[in-house]
C-alpha cells in the first residue's frame, strides 16, 4: 500500500467548491520530508487498525 500512495494515480472522487463530485488522481510524493510524514502516518494507521481488530 505504501508503494502505491508514494508512486501517485490513486483515483478517487472528490468534491469541487459547489459539492459536486468530481474525479481526482493523486500526484507522486517527490520530497524526502513528505515521504517520511507520509509513511509514519501510514505506520499509525496500521497500529490502530491492528488495534481495533484485535
Do not use: T
Request: avoid cysteine.
Amino acid at each position: 500500500m505504501q508503494e502505491n500512495v508514494v508512486k501517485g494515480g490513486l483515483r478517487g472522487v472528490g468534491h469541487d467548491d459547489l459539492g459536486r463530485p468530481r474525479r481526482v488522481k493523486s500526484r507522486a510524493v517527490n520530497g524526502i520530508d513528505q515521504d517520511i510524514k507520509l509513511n509514519k502516518a501510514l505506520w499509525l494507521l496500521g497500529e490502530r487498525l491492528a488495534a481495533l481488530k484485535s
